[in-house]
């Protein structure tokens, strides 16, 4: 079963800090999840760092997809577009943070 989450609807998770450093939210996605596709078209308002451990992520930047393996990972910034897959038989495994503040740019 492939799942799709749209990011942009419902997302409580999605802030911005006037701290210093804050995590807004972190977490493991694994292929016991199964296929897996997030959208947020209009990105999101904090930092999102993905470190791939296992398998491989399927990243679009614009027209194009990039297969992201282990060992890697990605930074989107606040307001860039996301687009990114898993899929079961790759066995992916990653570890996600999204976080903001003051110095966050840093």
């Known amino acids: 079963m492939k799942t799709t989450?749209?990011?942009?609807?419902?997302?409580?998770?999605?802030?911005r800090s006037n701290k210093?450093?804050?995590?807004?939210?972190?977490?493991?996605s694994n292929y016991k999840l199964g296929d897996y596709t997030t959208i947020r078209e209009q990105g999101r308002l904090d930092y999102q760092?993905?470190?791939?451990?296992?398998?491989?992520i399927y990243?679009?930047?614009g027209e194009?997809?990039?297969?992201?393996?282990a060992g890697n990972a990605i930074l989107y910034r606040p307001g860039?577009?996301?687009?990114?897959?898993y899929l079961k038989k790759d066995k992916y495994e990653s570890v996600y943070?999204?976080?903001?503040g003051e110095r966050a740019n840093e």
């Open 97 to 100: 943070v999204h976080f903001s």
């Open 5 to 15: 989450y749209h990011g942009n609807i419902g997302d409580i998770n999605n802030k």
């Open 80 to 85: 860039d577009p996301q687009k990114y897959s």
């Open 59 to 61: 990243v679009q930047f």
């Open 49 to 56: 760092l993905i470190y791939i451990r296992k398998g491989k």
């Open 64 to 69: 194009e997809t990039i297969p992201v393996s």
């Open 20 to 28: 210093f450093l804050e995590i807004n939210h972190c977490g493991i």
